[in-house]
């Protein structure tokens, strides 16, 4: 069962790849920044030394990188089951759902994680992959039975004449 969204819109239509890759660029850059954050404890309880593959023991890097991965997922996880947007989707407008319009649950917004992986690692075959279907569906939107939805501009309030 899928939780429905608190509002719902008649006209929702699939998101554009160029959408979709603007969003993905504003969120690589409010990734980059956690990153950073992390790195910088890392270096913190590591002594004041940076971690890297040269000088740090190979646990010390594995949890560094199982760090990185983590916090990855939790940031994509957790917009997507709350509202279905990250900060670069609300920019776009646009809203990653269930295919029956609901939000995401944890499994499935792990699933989309893990195959979003491949997807965008393998030159960007599997975003590529939306251009020659006419649902609009990456591969991984389709192995993980979601999508991403663009949301029409919000209506305007008119002004109440005195």
Same mark, same amino acid.
């Given at each position: $069962?899928?939780?429905?969204?608190?509002?719902?819109?008649?006209?929702?239509?699939?998101?554009?790849?160029?959408?979709?890759?603007?969003? $993905?660029?504003?969120?690589?850059?409010?990734?980059?920044?956690?990153?950073?954050?992390?790195?910088?404890?890392?270096?913190?309880?590591?002594?004041?030394?940076?971690?890297?593959?040269?000088?740090?023991?190979?646990?010390?890097?594995?949890?560094?990188?199982?760090?990185?991965?983590?916090?990855?997922?939790?940031?994509?996880?957790?917009?997507?089951?709350?509202?279905?947007?990250?900060?670069? $989707?609300?920019?776009?407008?646009?809203?990653?759902?269930? $295919?029956?319009?609901?939000?995401?649950?944890?499994?499935?917004?792990?699933?989309?994680?893990?195959?979003?992986?491949?997807?965008?690692?393998?030159?960007?075959?599997?975003?590529?992959?939306?251009?020659?279907?006419?649902?609009?569906?990456?591969?991984?939107?389709?192995?993980?039975?979601?999508?991403?939805?663009?949301?029409?501009?919000?209506?305007?309030?008119?002004?109440?004449?005195?």
């Amino acid at each position: $069962m899928h939780r429905p969204f608190k509002q719902e819109f008649a006209q929702i239509t699939p998101a554009s790849f160029i959408k979709r890759l603007m969003a $993905m660029v504003y969120d690589s850059l409010l990734l980059l920044a956690l990153w950073m954050v992390i790195g910088a404890v890392s270096v913190g309880i590591n002594g004041g030394e940076a971690i890297s593959i040269e000088s740090s023991s190979r646990t010390t890097v594995a949890l560094f990188n199982s760090a990185l991965f983590c916090a990855t997922f939790l940031f994509f996880g957790f917009f997507w089951t709350r509202n279905g947007q990250t900060l670069g $989707m609300l920019a776009w407008r646009l809203r990653v759902q269930t $295919m029956a319009g609901g939000r995401l649950s944890w499994g499935q917004a792990l699933m989309r994680f893990l195959l979003a992986i491949p997807s965008l690692g393998l030159f960007g075959i599997g975003f590529l992959w939306m251009l020659l279907t006419d649902e609009r569906l990456s591969l991984h939107d389709r192995w993980s039975g979601s999508c991403v939805v663009q949301l029409p501009k919000p209506e305007k309030k008119k002004k109440a004449k005195s």
